[in-house]
């Protein structure tokens, strides 16, 4: 007998370069974000708050 195991997906919230841009969340790194989110692209807080992390360490695709 075969059993199936049921994944669960969780998807994050994706959010444009404004509304991260205008986020109280993120105010302490507006102009960063300002700079480097590009405008046809949406972004999680998880994504978001790596490219934040990287920058600050030097590391910028």
């Known amino acids: 007998m075969k059993t199936s195991k049921k994944e669960n997906k969780i ?21 960063l974000l300002n700079a480097i989110l590009k405008e046809d ?10 490219i934040i992390e990287n920058y600050k360490k030097g590391k910028v695709n």
């Open 11 to 31: 998807t994050e919230e994706k959010y444009t370069k404004n509304q991260i841009i205008k986020s109280k969340t993120f105010i302490d790194n507006k102009d």
């Open 41 to 50: 692209k949406s972004y999680s807080k998880q994504e978001i708050n790596k």
